[in-house]
């Protein structure tokens, strides 16, 4: 049982440059969430998926992209990707019943030049 | 105001001794509060649930919450150099599932 795995670990992209982040989890949960965190800042929203077939925006969902692929994958797409944008993404998944129990996976190091 | 405020730290506090971490909240409509932590390099992991005026325990762990006050807070007793980490506050906000997390208070336990 693997919980939440992300892809890739770590990437570095040149400004301009485009990239999907890969989400999947294994605990059949109906929710997908993907954030960002940044010094100081906390963990900030960016997209939601509530269920399989919807997806919503979040906090700071400009310059992303989202795919609810299948219940179990849910990616995220940096079209252009900006040094602003140069963070720690993580997934998380939860069951839509248990608010605030949400599991989180390893995280995406990314830097933006 | 923030929904979610805490103090960034860093709190120091010496092995054995008790750690208080405290978390603010604007939204007055809140049922229940979460306590996440998060060591350096990982991800965010659940450690504390609440949903009631009082206090709720788990092993070393006791949060507390005064909804009349807008607050919640986590005591750790008996601090480890291991509990040494950034602990996050977060709230739920506006149904299906969205939690509202603050910027985390850095807590240092020394020998």
């Known amino acids: 049982n693997a919980g939440v795995t992300q892809t890739p670990k770590f990437q570095v992209l040149k400004t301009g440059q485009s990239m999907t982040l890969q989400c999947a989890q294994d605990?059949?949960?109906?929710?997908m969430y993907w954030y960002r965190q940044d010094p100081g800042m906390g963990l900030r929203l960016i997209y939601y998926?509530?269920?399989?077939?919807?997806?919503d925006k979040g906090e700071v969902p400009n310059g992303y992209n989202v795919s609810r692929l299948n219940k179990r994958e849910f990616s995220l797409r940096l079209e252009s990707a900006a040094p602003s944008q140069t963070s720690v993404y993580f997934c998380?998944?939860?069951?839509?019943?248990?608010?605030?129990?949400?599991?989180f996976g390893p995280g995406t190091r990314l830097t933006v030049t | 105001q923030k929904e979610v405020e805490q103090n960034s730290g860093p709190l120091s506090v010496p092995e054995g001794a008790i750690a208080s971490l405290n978390c603010t909240y604007s939204?007055?409509?809140?049922?229940?509060f979460f306590w996440y932590r998060q060591y350096s390099g990982k991800s965010p992991e659940l450690i504390m649930s609440?949903?009631?005026?009082g206090d709720q325990e788990d092993g070393r762990f006791t949060a507390q919450l005064n909804k009349a006050s807008q607050y919640v807070s986590l005591l750790i007793r008996d601090s480890q150099p291991s509990d040494s980490a950034t602990y996050l506050c977060?709230?739920?906000?506006?149904?299906?599932?969205?939690?509202?997390f603050g910027a985390g208070t850095r807590l240092a336990v020394h020998p």
């Open positions: 939204d007055r409509g809140s049922q229940s």
């Open positions: 605990m059949n949960h109906n929710s």
């Open positions: 998926s509530a269920s399989e077939g919807t997806t």
């Open positions: 977060a709230v739920p906000s506006g149904g299906y599932n969205k939690l509202i």
């Open positions: 609440i949903y009631s005026n």
């Open positions: 998380a998944s939860s069951e839509r019943q248990v608010t605030g129990e949400q599991y």
